[in-house]
C-alpha cells in the first residue's frame, strides 16, 4: 500500500498540470450535469418499508385514489375574542365564507366546514377547518398558496385570530449556505494558526470545496435517477467539507516535516502520500464502512444519505492522494514555514526534533497512565448518563418557534380540544373480507371509542368501492407521550378479536402511530448496525496496525464518546439545558433518526483520529523505538495536527448548528461534541494512558493470526527512498524489524 501510493504522490507531483486539469475538467462536467438534471422528484419510495404505520399509509394510497395519501392539507384555526364563541353569527359567517372560497378553488381536493363537522370546541371559543389538496406540498403554486393566505386575511379582519397548520402553508428551513460558510472561516483560522502560512492553510480549504463541490454536483446531477435532493446530500457536505481538510491537511503536514528533513520536493511528495496516505486511505474507509453501514437499517432516506455522505468521502480521499500532491507539485515552497524558506531543512529539523506541547502532554501521560485512564472514563461516563433517559420521536409542530403561525396553531388546537388532539391516530378499515362492510366498521369504531385513552372518534369515511373505510381517533394524551405509545399497542392488541367477530381488519397509521412504529423499528435495529460496523471495523484496524488490542481500544473508546455525545444531546435537546443559547425553540424527544445517524457518524470519525494518531506511533515503534518513545514520537508529530483537525471538524460541525431544520441542528450538536470527546479526551488522554500500561503488548499479534493478515504497511516500512543526511537510522541503526510473534 505504501509503496502504491508512493508512486501515486511521485507520478501526481510529476504530472501535477494534467491532474490539476482532469479534476477541473471532471467538476466542470458533473456542474454542468446538475445544472442540466431535472429537478429530483418524489419517487413514492416508503419511508419505513415493513412497519404498519407504513403498510396503512400505502393502503390508503391504493384504495383512495382520489385522494393523494401525500396531498398537501392545511388546518385552518380559528379563535373568538375572548367573551365571544366562534358560534356567533358574524364569526361563523366569516368561517362559512372562508370555507366556500378556498373549496372553489382548482387543486382542493376538499375543504370540510367546521359547523357541519362538529369541529368546534365544547366552549365554542376555538374551530378548524380541515383543506386537502390534491397535490403534494412541494407542487403547490405560489397562486395557491396565496389564494389560501387572502381567504384568512380576511377572517383576520373580522376579529378572529386564525393561525394555520399542516404542510400546505409549512414554513421549510432556509436553503444551506452559512454553516457551510462558518465552517470553512473558521477552518481557514486554525489552519492559519496550525501553518503559520497562508498557502499551507490556503491548500486543505481548496481541495476540500474542489471535492465538496463535485461531490453536491453529482448528488444534484443523479437526483431524478436516485431521488435525491438537497436535504439528503446536506450530510454530504457537512462530511465530505470536515474529512477533506482534515485528510489534505495530513498530507501537507507530513510533505512539510518531509522537506524539513532535507528530502526534494518530488521525493517529499512521494514519502508524504506514501505515510499520511496510507492513513488517509484506511481512515476514509473506516468512514465508509459506517455510512454505507446505515443501509441496513431499512430507511430509504437514511441510506441515501449514508451512501451520498459515504461517496463525499471516497471523493476526499481520491483528492488527498492526486489533487493535493499536484498542487504541491506546482507550489513546492509556497506552503512552507517562513524558518524554512529562509534558513532551509536545517531549522526544520531542529524543530522536529525538539519539545513541544504534544511530548510534554505525552510524558505527562505516561508517569501517570492510571490517574488518566480513571478520570476520563469517569469523566465519560458522568456526560453519558442522560443518555440513559434517551426519548425517540419526531418533532411536528410543536418545536417551531412561538413566532411561526403553524406552531400557534397547534398550540390553539390544544387548548381548544386537548392535548391529544394534535397527534390522532388514523384507523384504516379493509372491510374486503367483511359479510357487511358498513357494519364491520361501525363495530370497529364503536370498540376502539371505548377504549381508555380515546376522546373521540370521527364518522368513518368509505372509498368508492366500499370497502375500505378511514376514521380518526383522537387520544387524551399528546402525541410524543408514553401514554399514547400505550394506546396504539392496546389498539392494535385488540385487533384479532375484532376481526373475528367482523370479518374485517384493520390498522393504525397517521403521523403519531408512523413516529412510534419508526422510533420502534431504529432502536431495534441500533444493535444490528453496531455490531456490523464495529466487527467490520475491527478487522480492517486489526489488519491496518497488525495488533489485537489496539483495535479493542478503540472501539471502547468510541463507545466512551458516543455515549457521551448522546449524553449531552438529551441534556439540551430533551431537557432543555442550555437550549435557549443553541436557539432550540422547544425541548422534547430527540428524533428517531439522530442516534443511530449519531453513532454511525461517530464511529466513522472515531476511526479517523485512531488511525491517524497510533499510525504514527506505530511507525516509530516498527522503527526502532521502544513501546513508550513511541508514544511520544507519535504525540511529537502528530499531535498538533490530529487537534487541529478535530478542531476544524467542531467547527464545520458547529457551523449547521444554526440550521433551521431540527435534524441538522441536533446532529451538528450532537457530532460537535462527539469529536470533542473523542479526539481530546479519547484519542489525547485515554490512548495514551492505555498504551502506557500496555507496553509492548500493545502491539501483540498471534502468530498463525500474523501470518494469515495481509500486509498493508501503513507505516511507510517498505519505501526505499533513503533518508536525508543526519536524519532516520543510519546503517549501523537498522529500523526495528517487526516483533516476535508468540
Keep these: 500500500?505504501?509503496?502504491?501510493l508512493h508512486r501515486l504522490g511521485r507520478t501526481a507531483f510529476r504530472r501535477r498540470r494534467l491532474v490539476a486539469l482532469l479534476w477541473a475538467v471532471l467538476l466542470g462536467a458533473v456542474g454542468l450535469g446538475a445544472v442540466k438534471a431535472p429537478a429530483a422528484s418524489d419517487d413514492g419510495t416508503s419511508f419505513m418499508p415493513g412497519i404498519e404505520a407504513q403498510q396503512a399509509f400505502d393502503l390508503i394510497g391504493e384504495r383512495f385514489p382520489a385522494a393523494d395519501a401525500n396531498g398537501a392539507d392545511a388546518r385552518i384555526v380559528f379563535v373568538a375574542p375572548d367573551g365571544e364563541k366562534v358560534t356567533a353569527s358574524a364569526n361563523r359567517a366569516a368561517?362559512?365564507?372562508?370555507?366556500?372560497?378556498?373549496?372553489?378553488?382548482?387543486?382542493?381536493?376538499?375543504a370540510v366546514n367546521p359547523f357541519t363537522a362538529g369541529a368546534v370546541s365544547k366552549d365554542g371559543s376555538t374551530a378548524y377547518a380541515t383543506v386537502t389538496y390534491k397535490v403534494k406540498a412541494d407542487d403547490l403554486t405560489d397562486t395557491d398558496k396565496a389564494a389560501l393566505e387572502k381567504a384568512v386575511d380576511k377572517v383576520r379582519d373580522s376579529g378572529l385570530?386564525?393561525?394555520?397548520?399542516?404542510?400546505?402553508?409549512?414554513?421549510?428551513p432556509a436553503a444551506g449556505g452559512s454553516g457551510e460558510a462558518i465552517g470553512?472561516?473558521?477552518?481557514?483560522?486554525?489552519?492559519?494558526?496550525?501553518?503559520?502560512?497562508?498557502?499551507?492553510?490556503?491548500?486543505?480549504?481548496?481541495?476540500?470545496?474542489?471535492?465538496?463541490?463535485?461531490?453536491?454536483?453529482?448528488?444534484l446531477a443523479l437526483g431524478s435517477v436516485f431521488g435525491l435532493s438537497l436535504t439528503t446530500g446536506t450530510l454530504a457536505t457537512m462530511l465530505g467539507l470536515a474529512v477533506g481538510i482534515d485528510y489534505a491537511l495530513f498530507v501537507v503536514s507530513r510533505y512539510r516535516e518531509e522537506r524539513a528533513n532535507g528530502h526534494a520536493p518530488h521525493e517529499a511528495t512521494g514519502l508524504a502520500v506514501g505515510t499520511a496516505g496510507s492513513a488517509v486511505v484506511f481512515a476514509g474507509l473506516t468512514v465508509v464502512i459506517a455510512l454505507a453501514g446505515l443501509s441496513v437499517v431499512g430507511v430509504p432516506m437514511l441510506t441515501k444519505m449514508g451512501l451520498c455522505a459515504a461517496g463525499a468521502v471516497v471523493v476526499a480521499v481520491l483528492v488527498a492522494l492526486t489533487l493535493v500532491p499536484a498542487l504541491l507539485g506546482m507550489w513546492p515552497d509556497a506552503v512552507l514555514s517562513r524558518a524554512?524558506?529562509?534558513?532551509?531543512?536545517?531549522?526544520?529539523?531542529?524543530?522536529?526534533?525538539?519539545?513541544?506541547?504534544?511530548?510534554?502532554?505525552?510524558?505527562?501521560?505516561?508517569?501517570?497512565?492510571?490517574?488518566?485512564?480513571?478520570?476520563?472514563?469517569?469523566?465519560?461516563?458522568?456526560?453519558?448518563?442522560?443518555?440513559?433517559?434517551?426519548?425517540?420521536?419526531?418533532?411536528?409542530?410543536?418545536?417551531?418557534?412561538?413566532?411561526?403561525?403553524?406552531?400557534?396553531?397547534?398550540?390553539?388546537?390544544?387548548?381548544?380540544?386537548g392535548a391529544g388532539f394534535n397527534g390522532p391516530l388514523t384507523i384504516v378499515v379493509d372491510a374486503k373480507g367483511a359479510a357487511d362492510p358498513k357494519a364491520a366498521v361501525t363495530g370497529i369504531a364503536q370498540d376502539i371509542g371505548a377504549t381508555k385513552g380515546v376522546v373521540s372518534v370521527s364518522p368513518a369515511r368509505f372509498n368508492p368501492a366500499g370497502d375500505t373505510a378511514l376514521f380518526s381517533a383522537v387520544p387524551?394524551?399528546?402525541?410524543?407521550?408514553?401514554?399514547?405509545?400505550?394506546?396504539?399497542?392496546?389498539?392494535?392488541?385488540?385487533?384479532?378479536d375484532l376481526e373475528d367477530e367482523t370479518g374485517a381488519t384493520f390498522e393504525v397509521t397517521g403521523s403519531t402511530a408512523m413516529n412510534i412504529d419508526i422510533s420502534q423499528a431504529l432502536q431495534n435495529a441500533l444493535v444490528p448496525y453496531l455490531a456490523v460496523i464495529i466487527v467490520l471495523a475491527l478487522l480492517l484496524l486489526l489488519v491496518v496496525f497488525r495488533s489485537v488490542l489496539v483495535p479493542v481500544k478503540a472501539a471502547f473508546g468510541f463507545l466512551l464518546s458516543v455515549l457521551a455525545a448522546l449524553g449531552a444531546v438529551v441534556a439540551v435537546f430533551q431537557w432543555g439545558?442550555?437550549?435557549?443559547?443553541?436557539?432550540?425553540?422547544?425541548?422534547?424527544?430527540?428524533?428517531?433518526?439522530?442516534?443511530?445517524?449519531?453513532?454511525?457518524?461517530?464511529?466513522?470519525?472515531?476511526?479517523?483520529?485512531?488511525?491517524?494518531?497510533?499510525?504514527r506511533m506505530r511507525e516509530a515503534y516498527v522503527h526502532g523505538d521502544p513501546a513508550p518513545q513511541a508514544v511520544v514520537t507519535g504525540f511529537r508529530h502528530s499531535a498538533r495536527v490530529v487537534g487541529a483537525a478535530a478542531v476544524i471538524m467542531i467547527a464545520v460541525?458547529?457551523?449547521?448548528?444554526?440550521?433551521?431544520e431540527a435534524m441538522i441542528k441536533t446532529i451538528g450538536f450532537g457530532l460537535a461534541v462527539a469529536v470533542l470527546f473523542d479526539a481530546f479526551v479519547v484519542r489525547m488522554a485515554l490512548v495514551p494512558a492505555v498504551l502506557a500500561l500496555l507496553g509492548d503488548k500493545a502491539w501483540w499479534l498471534p502468530g498463525r493470526l500474523d501470518r494469515l493478515l495481509p500486509r498493508v504497511d501503513v507505516e511507510g516500512s517498505e519505501l526505499t527512498a533513503p533518508p536525508a543526511p543526519g536524519t532516520g537510522p543510519t546503517d549501523s541503526e537498522p529500523a526495528r524489524q517487526e516483533p516476535a510473534r508468540l
Excluded at 362559512?96 to 372553489?104: G, Q, R
Excluded at 385570530?161 to 421549510?172: D, S
Excluded at 458522568?382 to 410543536?398: K, Q
Excluded at 402525541?479 to 389498539?491: A, G, M, Q, S, Y
Design 1 to 4: 500500500m505504501a509503496t502504491f
Design 577 to 615: 439545558w442550555g437550549a435557549d443559547l443553541l436557539g432550540v425553540e422547544q425541548a422534547g424527544p430527540i428524533m428517531s433518526l439522530m442516534p443511530i445517524f449519531l453513532v454511525g457518524i461517530v464511529f466513522g470519525l472515531a476511526m479517523d483520529y485512531e488511525v491517524f494518531l497510533v499510525a
Design 340 to 417: 524554512i524558506r529562509k534558513r532551509g531543512p536545517a531549522a526544520g529539523r531542529s524543530a522536529e526534533g525538539a519539545d513541544n506541547g504534544g511530548t510534554r502532554w505525552a510524558r505527562f501521560v505516561l508517569r501517570h497512565p492510571w490517574t488518566v485512564l480513571v478520570a476520563c472514563v469517569a469523566g465519560l461516563g458522568v456526560l453519558a448518563l442522560p443518555a440513559a433517559s434517551l426519548e425517540m420521536g419526531m418533532p411536528g409542530a410543536e418545536s417551531k418557534p412561538v413566532s411561526s403561525t403553524e406552531r400557534r396553531a397547534y398550540d390553539a388546537l390544544a387548548d381548544g380540544f
Design 161 to 172: 385570530t386564525v393561525e394555520v397548520g399542516g404542510t400546505a402553508l409549512a414554513t421549510q
Design 653 to 660: 460541525f458547529s457551523g449547521f448548528i444554526g440550521a433551521g
Design 95 to 110: 368561517i362559512d365564507t372562508l370555507v366556500s372560497d378556498t373549496a372553489d378553488e382548482p387543486r382542493v381536493a376538499s
Design 476 to 496: 387524551t394524551a399528546g402525541p410524543n407521550t408514553e401514554d399514547t405509545k400505550t394506546l396504539v399497542r392496546t389498539i392494535r392488541s385488540e385487533r384479532a
Design 184 to 219: 470553512i472561516a473558521l477552518a481557514a483560522v486554525v489552519l492559519l494558526i496550525t501553518f503559520g502560512s497562508l498557502a499551507a492553510a490556503g491548500l486543505p480549504l481548496l481541495t476540500a470545496v474542489v471535492g465538496v463541490g463535485i461531490s453536491m454536483a453529482a448528488i
